[in-house]
């Protein structure tokens, strides 16, 4: 399968303060990112799809200026949590897509705690 | 709009026994159906997937499942459990034709006991 690398895996971080989070392809361009939230004893929920050089698009109740996508290259995109509060508090896993690609491929997820 | 109801939030069987995990989903188009497992803080790890064609799908670990289009169902099996198949598995349903965002269930815990 692809190779996708997430990181961090977990960050504990302050109220008030923000959090970046990587997510590279490492051998397929991703043309398209999708960012997933889930939280405890909960199931996974698409938060928002980013596409290579464009603005990512939302779903519903997903704050745009709190949780900024960034896509700017084929292999990285990245997700920050800004002025993170401690309902942020969540595993974020990414899923890049590739044109070539048959088959949806995740990071490791990223555990998000915040105190 | 697609959804996916997974029966079942907690599921125990003994190792050796056989593992039936329940999915149905709802679409109004073609869809595609996946199964999905998760370990504690790590990402998902996709067992078997279901396009088009053989409506009996094996995947990895021995896992298989069957796309019952009459039933609206997906469900997963495996003849006998192991204790390392205890895990959280998550079935899934995308739009047919290429990939798009996932539906996912709400996810069934899996408990395997000597």
């Known amino acids: 399968g692809a190779v996708v690398s997430q990181h961090p895996s977990w960050v504990i971080c302050k109220s008030g303060t923000s959090v970046k989070i990587e997510c590279r392809s490492l051998?397929?361009?991703?043309?398209?990112m999708f960012w997933y939230r889930q939280f405890p004893k909960q199931s996974l929920m698409l938060m928002a799809t980013?596409?290579?050089?464009?603005?990512?698009?939302?779903e519903q109740g997903v704050e745009k200026d709190k949780f900024l996508i960034n896509h700017a290259s084929l292999t990285l995109s990245t997700l920050t949590v800004t002025s993170a509060h401690p309902e942020d508090s969540s595993f974020y896993i990414c899923?890049?897509?590739?044109?070539?690609?048959?088959?949806?491929?995740f990071g490791q997820g990223t555990r998000l705690t915040v105190v | 709009a697609q959804s996916v109801t997974q029966l079942g939030s907690h599921v125990s069987v003994s190792e050796g026994a056989l593992v039936l995990l329940r999915c149905n989903y709802s679409?109004?188009?073609?869809?595609?159906l996946f199964w999905y497992v998760q370990y504690p803080n790590q990402g998902l790890q996709l067992l078997l997937k279901?396009?088009?064609?053989?409506?009996l799908v094996k995947g990895i670990n021995g896992f298989e499942a069957e796309f019952k289009k009459s039933e609206t169902s997906f469900h997963l099996t495996k003849p006998s459990a192991h204790m390392s198949d205890a895990a959280e598995y998550f079935c899934?349903?995308?739009?047919?034709?290429?990939?798009?965002?996932?539906?996912f269930g709400a996810g069934t815990r899996l408990a395997v006991h000597p």
């Open positions: 899923s890049p897509w590739g044109l070539e690609n048959t088959e949806a491929f």
């Open positions: 899934a349903v995308s739009e047919a034709g290429g990939y798009n965002k996932l539906i």
């Open positions: 051998d397929f361009q991703a043309t398209t």
């Open positions: 679409s109004s188009v073609p869809p595609y």
């Open positions: 980013s596409n290579e050089g464009s603005k990512a698009t939302y």
């Open positions: 279901y396009t088009t064609g053989a409506t």
